[in-house]
Nanobody
Framework: QVQLVESGGGLVQAGGSLRLSCAAS?????MGWFRQAPGKEREFVAA????????SYADSVRGRFTVSRDNAQNTVYLQMNSLKPEDTAVYYC??????????????????WGQGTQVTVSS
């Protein structure tokens, strides 16, 4: 059983930055970050391959968010810069043991963290 624990969420003003962390048990997996705002469906944010060499981003965050990993610490990060009020959501990390690279699709992820709240004030 893989356990994922997110941290780093909080309240920040528009234009500010936050870094989310996701600590994983077990070996390195391809990972993804998703988010869900109130009244909206969960949406893809970013994904990272097992090696960390391949990344992908949603259009809405490309150029502002950066996903990375430290396999020695078995931790994945989401650096969020130039935050906007529309980035407000609960952010989830997810693991996809069956894939080498990450995926846009939530059904490809087998394990999910509990989520961490990010609130961006205007």
């Amino acid at each position: 059983q893989v356990q994922l624990v997110e941290s780093g969420g909080g309240l920040v003003q528009a234009g500010g930055s936050l870094r989310l962390s996701c600590a994983a048990s077990g070996r390195a997996f391809s990972m993804g970050w998703f988010r869900q705002a109130p009244g909206k469906e969960r949406e893809f944010v970013a994904a990272l391959s097992r090696s960390g060499c391949s990344t992908s981003y949603a259009d809405s965050v490309r150029g502002r968010f950066t996903v990375s990993r430290d396999n020695a610490q078995n931790t994945v990060y989401l650096q969020m810069n130039s935050l906007k009020p529309e980035d407000t959501a609960v952010y989830y990390c997810a693991a996809a043991p069956r894939l080498y690279s990450g995926s846009y699709y939530s059904h490809n992820y087998d394990y999910w963290g509990q989520g961490t709240q990010v609130t961006v004030s205007s």
